[in-house]
């Protein structure tokens, strides 16, 4: 299937990003560096736009893919392979924060929500207003259960996978349905709208400065999974060089 150089490199902009977070997250971590990361909006809105940016390009990806009459079954072999990358993030997460440990984060976010935006792909502009609301979501939840329109039992597992929380859960890594779905669903609804003006418009490759990044966009999973293994072994190393 024919890939889009641009969405492949904003999702590269996107890994080299969390990459540098990461690393200052895993620096934080062993002391080198004191930053709160689950606070400081510093790095919890830098947090928002790197995960903004993974979700609008598999919103995009999957029109993309659709588009071009990918099948349910190759669509599946992606998805469990994503599914099986979520229970090896939560296996190691449990292992490294065992008080802690993620349960629902990006890549299992992503799972649920790419199975939702592929059955509602035909709703055409409806997925904006959608959009939206799933966005708006998050603050009318938390508002009302704060109020008591809404049980405290949202709150808790495994009611809180939806996002319709008053407050975040203990967990290295959250990433539910509201108010995600709903930037997912405008990647979808943004892509759908410049395919339909592109028509039989063949697509422009990016420059040749550009393509490191788009190549490394093609390769996220793989890179996902491996980047935090290297940087804390790499971390690790020097630690013991310095000694």
């Known amino acids: ?45 830098q947090r928002s736009c790197i995960l903004s940016l993974f979700l609008l390009c598999a919103g995009m990806g999957q029109a993309i893919a659709m588009h071009q009459g990918q099948t349910w079954r190759r669509f599946g072999k992606r998805w469990l392979q994503i599914v099986a990358c979520a229970a090896l993030v939560s296996a190691g997460s449990a292992w490294m924060f065992p008080r802690s440990f993620i349960y629902f984060g990006v890549l299992h976010g992503m799972a649920a929500m790419l199975i939702v935006v592929r059955l509602t792909a035909g709703w055409g502009v409806w997925l904006w207003p959608l959009g939206g609301l799933a966005i708006a979501m998050k603050w009318i939840a938390s508002y009302a259960i704060s109020a008591g329109i809404f ?8 009611f809180n996978v939806l996002g319709l929380v008053s407050a975040n859960p203990i967990t290295e890594d959250y990433v539910p349905l509201v108010p995600w779905l709903g930037v997912m669903w405008w990647g979808m609804a943004g892509m759908q709208w410049w395919l339909e003006r592109q028509q039989n418009a063949p697509v422009q490759p990016l420059s040749g400065q550009s393509h490191p990044i788009a190549a490394l966009g093609r390769w996220s999973l793989t890179y996902y999974m491996l980047h935090q293994p290297v940087l804390l072994g790499s971390l690790w190393l020097w630690a013991q060089f310095m000694r």
């Open 1 to 45: 299937m024919q890939r889009v150089d641009g969405v492949d490199a904003l999702r590269g902009v996107a890994m080299l990003w969390m990459t540098v977070f990461h690393f200052c997250f895993d620096l934080a971590q062993q002391g080198s560096i004191q930053q709160n990361f689950y606070a400081d909006p510093v790095w919890t809105w």
């Open 151 to 158: 049980g405290h039992f949202l709150n808790e597992l495994p």
